[in-house]
């Protein structure tokens, strides 16, 4: 994920959670918003009780490989949040990968 195409606007990123429609699994929850531009912009959160500051750091950068390398399943003129949860600690990188991916799937129907 390039700088330009994340959240990062304070006010913005809670706008997103407060307006947009939300919907979850096991590991995410993600917000959306319709927005004009045409690219998608994208927002993670992890909160402190998930661990200390080197798990959380891992866990969002884990996050940013996915959106990377499945940039089909968001839609443009459309931005993302994207929460983690605690479970997500105690699975692997490829079970998290076909969580988020299967939650964006479910959204586009």
């Known amino acids: 994920m390039k700088k330009y195409e994340r959240v ?11 307006e947009g ?13 319709k927005t004009n531009n045409y690219n998608f912009k994208s927002g993670i959160a992890v909160g402190k009780t998930i661990g200390k500051a080197h798990i959380r ?13 499945n940039r089909f399943i968001f839609q443009n003129y459309q931005d993302y949040i994207i929460i983690v949860k605690k479970p997500c600690l105690n699975e692997n990188y490829e079970v998290l990968v076909d969580s988020l991916v299967k939650l964006m799937e479910g959204r586009k129907k």
């Open 21 to 33: 429609p939300s919907i979850n699994n096991k590991y995410f929850v993600v917000h959306n918003l």
């Open 57 to 69: 750091n891992k866990l969002k950068r884990q996050v940013r490989a996915i959106i990377d390398s």
């Open 8 to 18: 990062n606007n304070k006010e913005y990123f809670n706008k997103i959670i407060k």
